[in-house]
């Protein structure tokens, strides 16, 4: 379906992560991570959009030839409005799906080879957590709604979840732009640090 004009295109062809919309920047911090888990782990990416780093994250994991399960949470419909400007970044794609990017991003998890590695599933972070044993996960990384609300209910969420020795990290943890990132790990997670570009981790020592 076209987009309207000065709307995002959302609908398009796709063979590799690159080719996914979305805004991705930490690449790096997936290779760590791989690089730094034993097979048999398993990472879950909270917010995934269109795919875009859920896919990167599949072609790290398939390149190091490590069993490695990646799983993806995401409503599906989108954070709203939000930041300073109160920018509806996903609308496009919410309407472009009838209310829904669920077929979008499936479909592009396909075409980048990646459907028998990647588990999607199409829930609400905390009601998510809530499917997965306290201490199973080796790194949960979140990318879901930016505000304090939001970001603190999803600390709670995932911390419990996270294996000893395990990591917790999340996006766009830059003051400016994304006050409320910043204030919950501040809150929430006092010993978590800067990581990688604009990322945050906490290491579950
Ligand atoms: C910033 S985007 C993710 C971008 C993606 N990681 C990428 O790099 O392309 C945020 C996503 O979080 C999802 N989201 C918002 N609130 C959520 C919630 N409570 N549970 C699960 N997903 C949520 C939205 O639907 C949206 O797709």
Same mark, same amino acid.
């Not at 760590?32 to 097979?39: I, K, L, R, T, Y």
């Not at 930041?83 to 009838?98: E, K, L, Q």
């Not at 829930?123 to 304090?148: C, K």
């Given at each position: ?12 062809? @796709? ?15 997936? %290779?760590? +991570? ?11 990416? @909270? ?15 398939a390149d190091s030839g490590k069993p490695i399960?990646?799983?993806? @949470? ?28 669920a077929g979008l991003l499936h479909r592009n998890?396909? +075409? ?34 930016? !505000?304090?609300d939001s970001v603190a209910a999803d600390i ?5 979840? @996270? ?13 400016? +732009? ?8 501040? !809150?929430?997670?006092?010993? +978590? ?11 579950? %020592?």
């Amino acid at each position: 379906m076209l987009s309207n004009p000065g709307e995002p295109e959302v609908d398009v062809p @796709v063979r590799r992560w690159q080719d996914i919309p979305g805004w991705f920047t930490w690449r790096d911090a997936q %290779e760590e +991570a791989v690089a730094h888990f034993p097979e048999g782990s398993t990472f879950v990416e @909270v917010g995934n959009y269109l795919g875009r780093s859920l896919c990167s994250l599949a072609e790290v994991v398939a390149d190091s030839g490590k069993p490695i399960t990646v799983v993806g @949470v995401d409503t599906c419909r989108g954070s709203g409005p939000e930041g300073v400007r109160g920018i509806n970044a996903h609308g496009a794609a919410v309407a472009d799906g009838g209310g829904t990017f669920a077929g979008l991003l499936h479909r592009n998890v396909l +075409a980048c080879g990646f459907a028998d590695q990647v588990l999607l599933v199409v829930g609400d972070s905390e009601s998510t957590a809530r499917l997965f044993a306290d201490a199973s996960l080796a790194w949960v990384h979140i990318d879901a709604r930016h !505000d304090y609300d939001s970001v603190a209910a999803d600390i709670t969420a995932w911390r419990p979840k @996270v294996a000893p020795g395990g990591w917790l990290s999340g996006d766009d943890y830059i003051p400016s +732009a994304w006050p409320g990132v910043v204030a919950a790990v501040t !809150d929430l997670l006092p010993r +978590a640090h800067p990581w990688s570009k604009i990322q945050w981790r906490w290491i579950n %020592e």
